[in-house]
């Protein structure tokens, strides 16, 4: 997953780009004189990369303007994918602004980088896997989050199946994997190279004990990765309460009922949390921010009585739902603002 871009001439940070939590800005400093120590050497490849902590970073130069490009992702991403990304990008930028970045004051315009960098990022996009024993609610979380119809029934599912999910700009592979132990050899191999994994339970002490198995399995095959439990079925009699299975499985636990459509939202924040993305800033989830401030202001305008108002809200909430993939919830607040337009009539 690519979670910032930086741009460095002359030893300045001309143009960064974040899309998720990645280098400490005080330890930026000396990262970036050890990449110039090596990557100007006299004999450095342009393209090369490292790991730092908990991130990847990989690097292409242009020797001749003092440039270095800059991807920071995460450990499970290959050289191989980004190696191509960086080369493109390099070509792209000098393209754009080589008669500029040879000046004293270059002019960098992010409306002209950002949606190529967009790009690289869909390109380069998240891996998510859901793991988790059979019937616990996987596949009905997965269509909660692609806002699919939600299955009533239990239908279990065989080997696996991935999908290339879009919230507004926000782009990831999503991994949902049968949960049977007679496909428990297939496990290792689909979560591998997982940048998140999402831990259904079904809130049961009996599965939850079953279910720290994935906790070994992910330690082994991707210790770098971001893990959460989503305890499902909380509406259920024998379900635990959330806090005693957090204490339990010593993680990150999120209250879930994924056959309710409501909680997509909830969901979507669950995966932005997980991927480290904070809504207020990552240009790829800042429409559900945005959208969530809407529905606050929205209420209040219709509490205090500004009708014309809260129509306009509803309205770009709507516009705002339909980037973000969420149709259903588009359709009912239109329907919503049409309704109190024609009883101002």
């Not at 080997?159 to 507004?168: F, L, Q, R, Y």
């Not at 339970?201 to 198995?213: A, G, M, P, R, V």
């Not at 945005?290 to 606050?296: A, G, K, Q, S």
């Amino acid at each position: 997953m690519l979670r910032q871009i930086y741009i460095i001439l002359n030893d300045k940070i001309i143009y960064q780009r974040n899309y998720a939590k990645g280098l400490d800005e005080s330890l930026f400093s000396n990262i970036l004189l050890n990449i110039k120590k090596s990557a100007f050497s006299k004999f450095a490849e342009e393209t090369a990369s490292y790991e730092f902590f908990n991130y990847k970073l990989s690097y292409i130069v242009e020797k001749s303007l003092n440039l270095i490009l800059l991807f920071v992702t995460g450990l499970g991403d290959d050289i191989k994918n980004i190696k191509p990304q960086l080369q493109n990008f390099k070509k792209e930028f000098i393209d754009y602004f080589g008669d500029s970045i040879t000046t004293d004051s270059p002019t960098i315009i992010p409306d002209v980088l950002n949606p190529i960098i967009d790009t690289i990022h869909r390109n380069l996009k998240p891996k998510i896997s859901i793991v988790g024993f059979s019937g616990v609610g996987k596949t009905t979380t997965t269509k909660l989050i692609k806002s699919e119809e939600i299955p009533m029934q239990h239908i279990p599912t065989i080997t696996g199946e991935v999908a290339t999910i879009k919230i507004g700009k926000l782009h990831f592979f999503l991994w949902d994997f049968a949960g049977q132990d007679q496909f428990d050899f297939l496990w290792e191999k689909f979560i591998r190279g997982s940048d998140a994994v999402l831990l259904m339970t079904d809130s049961t002490l009996e599965n939850l004990e079953k279910s720290k198995y994935f906790f070994e399995l992910v330690n082994k095959v991707i210790p770098y990765a971001r893990l959460a439990v989503i305890a499902n079925k909380q509406d259920l009699p024998e379900a635990m309460k959330i806090e005693d299975i957090e204490r339990l499985m010593g993680q990150k636990t999120y209250s879930m009922i994924a056959i309710d459509p409501n909680n997509r939202p909830k969901m979507i924040l669950i995966i932005a949390d997980l991927l480290d993305m904070d809504t207020k800033v990552s240009p790829l989830l800042k429409p559900i921010y945005e959208r969530d401030l809407l529905m606050d202001k929205a209420q209040e305008a219709l509490e205090q009585g500004e009708f014309n108002q809260a129509v306009e809200f509803f309205e770009q909430i709507s516009n705002i739902c339909l980037e973000l993939g969420d149709d259903s919830l588009s359709i009912e607040l239109q329907e919503k603002a049409d309704k109190i337009r024609s009883i101002l009539g």
